[in-house]
DNA sequence: GGCCGGGATAACCGAATGGTTATCGGGCGA
DNA sequence: TCGCCCGATAACCATTCGGTTATCCCGGCC
């Protein structure tokens, strides 16, 4: 029984797949399955099994999930207590689903580790259903993104999400946009818009949206300029795209139901077992320095500009 | 950071040597000061530092143990909840000091398990100054013997210790002996006098036996026999002495300070990190059965009777 | 019926773990 | 000052761990 065991079985029965578990540890899949089979072994019980659709825990499973999980953290904690007896610098380790990682997390990051001294701060983009188990599992501290159940959600910015196409798009001079209209357009999104717990996510999926008609694009920035040269259209966050609308170089689509007003949260364990640097964080985030950041954002990022993307970080 | 290294280093904390953790665990002293090592690496903290007489823990430590002795606690959670689910019989480790483990610990477990259905018992010896560790680490549920600080400790028999030599013996027919006197004779003890933490260690400490006057044998019995034929003094226990007494092959001597009424004690973890078995047996205790098993000893093991030695189980 | 997605397994490999015996080295007591 | 006790280290070894790629297998689904 091994830490590296006990951790692939929590992240399996939290996400329900060895996949994902694989891909959140950032093994590959025989990896984590080999795991698996050397923990069922050892304990001599099957702990998850497959069903159709998911992996469902055994009554055995069922106990050990919590005691695997506090053993996994209780090793977080222990590296992390004596790195603070030695006084090395907090650690804060942010993920954020893509848009987010893309227009806010940095800019807000950088404000912070310049503001609070002595942080050693780093960013992955994850996607939010992954997001829970990493903020769980203390693989990461904060998780910004979209509101997560059974976690400490403080909320971090408003916007507003809406439907954008280039100019000389079909649908650009429509009076009012059925949903049944733009579903079957040509969908150009980052890869938030691939994973279901998003607020882009949940907005294709309530417009059914067939998977086929979805592009994902590195980055929004790369959907954007698709979208402006009339590939499709794309989800848009108002103040992010305000400057090529007022351009001309983007349009507003009147899809029924949108504009979406909508929230970003930072997500983070109770305070109980919160990092210190998350409750830091946390708190830096409702000053007028980390709005005045995550608003900066949009004007130094127009759409024609490319960015390298942010590579999901791995922390073993 | 292992499981294996994070137990090394908590035995080593709590016993003050690494000899003595080793000796725990049932392998070389190398093999714990390697784990150690290897954990001292991996965290950049040597943990603990050598001291004049003792092992010290530095800051890093202080906070790590609590840690690593947790995720060891839970580690054999783990296996006994899977192991609970799966309907297995409970699990009841016994460790008790030598000569409890002689007269007493057998037929309490043998009733014991008898009168409660199925429980897996093992019974081992170990001293009394590592069994607090040996509890606290789970790798015992129950200890027998003296009473333990910083941990429930339920009276389990009450006995009363006296000095005894053959009726040949120098100081057999003495009407008074001084502790001076019967410091200088040859002392035949089972390991319990050899462990300070014992009574009949005490009792050697108080008297101020050199350690060259000790002859330690593999049982009570044995020094008994040994006692009877004149080599030396021995500690006895009054009423499993009784019969010799009686009939002329041991005398008790009238030595200063003693008798002394002593009681046997049932050490657990408090009752809500006591694991099921262990409860079990400290009601049993309590019970006219166990009473009646614990005293059938006095009369059905005479001085003359050589009994193979319980030997040290390990698990690890 | 055949494809396919996802988990298990096989075969393999390097590095780490966990253990041994033998030896070194540093305090501390006689 | 000389041993001695005890922890650290060296050298060595078998096993396990943690990872890879390639392949198999099974249940759903077109």
Same mark, same amino acid.
């Given at each position: 029984?091994?830490?590296? #065991?006990?951790?692939?079985?929590?992240?399996?029965?939290?996400? %329900?797949? &060895?996949?994902?578990?694989?891909? &959140?540890?950032?093994?590959?899949?025989?990896?984590?399955?080999?795991?698996?089979?050397?923990?069922?072994?050892?304990?001599?019980?099957?702990?998850? &099994?497959?069903?159709?659709?998911? @992996?469902?825990?055994?009554?055995?499973?069922?106990?050990?999930?919590?005691?695997?999980?506090?053993?996994?953290?209780?090793?977080? $904690?222990?590296?992390?207590?004596?790195?603070?007896?030695? %006084?090395?610098?907090?650690?804060?380790?942010?993920?954020?689903?893509?848009?987010?990682?893309?227009?806010?997390?940095?800019?807000?990051?950088?404000?912070?580790? #310049?503001? /609070?001294?002595?942080?050693?701060?780093?960013? =992955?983009?994850?996607?939010?259903?992954?997001?829970?188990?990493?903020?769980?599992?203390?693989?990461?501290?904060?998780?910004?993104?979209?509101?997560?159940?059974?976690? $400490?959600?403080?909320? @971090?910015?408003? /916007?507003?999400?809406?439907?954008?196409?280039?100019?000389?798009?079909?649908?650009?001079? *429509?009076?009012?946009?059925?949903?049944?209209?733009?579903?079957?357009?040509?969908?150009?999104?980052?890869?938030?818009?691939?994973?279901?717990?998003?607020?882009?996510?949940?907005?294709?999926? /309530?417009?059914?949206?067939?998977?086929?008609?979805?592009? &994902?694009?590195?980055?929004?920035?790369?959907?954007?300029?698709?979208?402006?040269?009339?590939? =499709?259209?794309?989800?848009?966050? *108002?103040?992010?795209?305000?400057?090529?609308?007022?351009?001309?170089?983007?349009?507003?689509?009147?899809?029924?139901?949108?504009?979406? $007003?909508?929230?970003?949260?930072?997500?983070?364990?109770?305070?109980?077992?919160?990092?210190?640097?998350?409750?830091?964080?946390?708190?830096?985030?409702?000053?007028?320095?980390? @709005?005045?950041?995550? /608003?900066?954002? $949009?004007?130094?990022?127009?759409?024609?500009?490319?960015?390298?993307?942010?590579?999901?970080?791995?922390?073993?």
């Amino acid at each position: 029984m091994t830490l590296t #065991q006990l951790e692939a079985f929590v992240l399996v029965a939290r996400l %329900g797949s &060895v996949k994902a578990a694989a891909s &959140v540890l950032g093994v590959s899949e025989p990896a984590v399955s080999g795991a698996l089979a050397a923990l069922r072994q050892h304990l001599d019980d099957p702990l998850v &099994v497959r069903t159709g659709g998911g @992996m469902e825990l055994t009554p055995g499973g069922q106990r050990v999930l919590p005691i695997a999980s506090q053993m996994v953290n209780l090793a977080a $904690d222990a590296t992390d207590a004596v790195r603070r007896a030695q %006084g090395a610098p907090d650690l804060l380790r942010v993920v954020a689903t893509s848009t987010v990682a893309e227009y806010v997390a940095r800019p807000l990051i950088t404000a912070f580790t #310049q503001r /609070h001294g002595p942080v050693e701060a780093t960013l =992955g983009v994850t996607t939010a259903t992954e997001m829970p188990a990493l903020l769980m599992e203390r693989l990461a501290d904060v998780g910004l993104g979209p509101r997560l159940g059974g976690l $400490d959600s403080h909320p @971090m910015l408003r /916007h507003r999400l809406v439907v954008v196409a280039g100019p000389e798009h079909r649908l650009a001079r *429509a009076e009012r946009v059925e949903p049944a209209d733009v579903a079957h357009q040509d969908w150009l999104v980052d890869a938030s818009g691939a994973d279901p717990a998003t607020e882009t996510g949940i907005l294709l999926a /309530h417009l059914r949206v067939p998977d086929a008609r979805v592009r &994902v694009f590195p980055n929004l920035d790369a959907a954007w300029t698709a979208a402006a040269a009339g590939e =499709g259209v794309a989800p848009g966050i *108002a103040h992010l795209v305000a400057e090529d609308v007022d351009h001309g170089r983007l349009v507003i689509l009147p899809v029924e139901g949108t504009p979406l $007003d909508l929230l970003w949260y930072a997500n983070t364990l109770p305070p109980d077992r919160r990092s210190r640097s998350a409750t830091k964080l946390r708190r830096f985030i409702d000053t007028p320095d980390a @709005m005045h950041a995550m /608003h900066r954002a $949009d004007a130094s990022v127009p759409v024609a500009r490319f960015r390298p993307p942010v590579y999901v970080t791995l922390w073993s």
